[in-house]
Structure formats: structure tokens, C-alpha cells
């Protein structure tokens, strides 16, 4: 399977379709990886089942004006798939009524849609514990009309959570893109001078790693020490937490495994590093994913394999907590990826 485009698909309920048909027979000579469901039955973990609803997700659109090389989304600035007002609107409903704490809006760049600051105005109003946007950081930068953005976020107290692969130019630029770096650095000092990330500030502020190639993320806590060391020393940029997410073998990423011939490695090592104790925390236990056109996921990753909830519920027109809460989560191979090690989830790890 040769690497596709980074940002351009034609089909994608097809190419959705054979990237879980990869997971789900696998590539490997022996044949022998077994089945994640089968994996969690061992410690009476199946089916996995959802707890009280804690986090609605809603992704606005796959528009972003970056092309990173492992998104799970296949977000580019090409992608036209954006959350209209109309849907915008049932997921409003939504919000003033469920019993979650946390709204987190994410894309591609949820900046971009063009509804994004009136959404964020009227979602505002619902009371929402924590209300989350996940930033690229260099959107804020790419152009005038996103310079205003810390200042709204500080309007809304909105907890930002963005993309920082590394403190050093060349690791991040190489995952994200040639100029990415400066232009993210950038973003922060202007968060840090709208109050954002500063000690005692409550304007939240939290940077996400993926690592950059075929393997897991380090230890959580010594990578944020050693993020906040040298972004403070050669930035004095200041932030909260640092979130690690191990690279789900979907999408971009998945691409990029088979192409560099790692996928079988790589799939292993999720497998080796199977942590039982991560499984009753992962995010689909506590999330409820929303895509752009409104249908409903166990999580974004699912929402990427087009792996809808197993509900008669599945569209946010028909949503029903109660409902939800009686369904079983809808799992595959992938899942090894947010199981392994101290798990992972949006939220980083999850033991």
C-alpha cells in the first residue's frame, strides 16, 4: 500500500472502510494478533460499556490550515467538510441539557469554521464547567483575522489546549511543518500576554505531544518537567499541563506505518504495552464524539473509521442520553492505542 496524499481524499467512507479492514484482519505473516475484544475479555472487561457522560466532543469541521503527518482527522486546508449553523444549532440544544461538565470543540482548526465565535458565544451561555478548544496555536498567527483570538478565548474563559509536539524547531517541524515551530512559539507569547499558561492564572493552558515516529510517548510527568524547563529558559513561555497521546494506527498515520513498513512493529508494541488498568478509564467510558454533520461516535478516533455508536441514537437530531448510556462501545483493533502503557486519551493519560 503505497503513502496516499497527506490532504487529498476522494472517498473517504472507502478509504475509512479499507483502514478498518487493515485493523481488523491485520497484515502480519503469523496472523496472531489477537483481537483487542478478546484481549479485554480475558479480564471480564467485554463488552465495554459507557459510565455517566462527563465530556461532550464536537467537532466543527476537518478544515485546518496545517497538513500534519500524523492526524488522525486528515485535516487540510483542502477539506471541505464543515458543521453547518443548522447542526450547530441541535448540538446547542444538546449542551443546555445534558448532565456532561465539559464541552471540547476540535477539528481540523474549529477556528476556521466560519460560525466558530458565534457558536462559542452561544455555547458559553450554558454554563459549562470547562469548556475546551483545541488550537493548533498556529492558526492565531496565519492571519489578521485570528490575531483577536486569545483576547476571546480570555473573554469566554475558554481552557486552551494545543498542539506542541516538541520544544525544539526540528522535531516539531518535522512532524507538523517547515515554519510551524516559530509560528506556534509566537502563539504561546501572545497567550502567556493575554494571561493564559501563567502561574496562578486561571486561563488555562495545556500543550499536547505526540511523538514524531513509530513509538509510544515517554513518562507524562518527566516530559512536562522537561518541556516547561526549556520553554521557560529559551522562551520564558510559561503553560499548565502537557498531555501525551500515543498515535492511534489510523489514518495519516496509519499510512505512514505501512509505508515505513513499521505498522507491524508498531501494532506489537501497542499489544506489549497493554495496561488492563487503562481499559476502564479510556475517554469513550466518559465522551460522546459529535462529527461536523452531526452523527454520533464513542470517540473522534471511531468518527475516523466512520464507526458510529451502537444505538438506535446515532445522529445529534435523536440524541438521548438515557439511550446512550445503554449501549455498548463500539471497539477495534485501534483501541490498543489508547490502552497501552499509562493509556491515553484528549486528556493525556489516563492511569
Known sequence: MKLKSLHKRHNELAYAKR????????????????????KIAETKQFP??????EVLQINVGYMCNQVCA???????????????????????EIIKKTEAHTLDLTGGAPEMNPNFKWFVDEASKAGIKDFIVRSNLTIITSNKKYHDLPQFFKDHNIHVVSSMPHWTRGKTDKQRGEGVFNKSIEALKMLNEAGYGMPESGLRLDLVYNPTGAFLPGDQMSMEKDFKKALLQDFDIHFHNLFAITNLPISRFLDYLIASENY????????????????????????????????????????????KVNSKVKHISDYNEEALLNRDIVISQHCYGCTAGAGSSCQGTVT
Not at 454520533?296 to 468518527?303: K, M, T
Open 19 to 38: 483502514q478498518l479492514e487493515i485493523l481488523s484482519n491485520g497484515i502480519f505473516q503469523n496472523g496472531d494478533l489477537l483481537k483487542f475484544k478478546d
Open 264 to 307: 507491524e512493529n508498531y501494532m506489537y508494541s501497542l499489544v506489549e504495552a497493554y495496561n488492563p488498568t487503562a481499559v476502564a478509564n479510556v475517554m469513550c467510558t466518559n465522551t460522546i464524539s459529535v462529527s461536523w454533520d452531526g452523527f454520533l461516535y464513542d470517540c473522534d478516533f471511531n468518527q475516523m473509521l466512520e464507526l
Open 70 to 92: 500524523h492526524c488522525h482527522v486528515d485535516a487540510g486546508p483542502d477539506r471541505q467538510e464543515i458543521m453547518t449553523r443548522e447542526t450547530m444549532l441541535q448540538c446547542l
Open 48 to 53: 465495554l460499556r459507557p459510565k455517566k457522560l
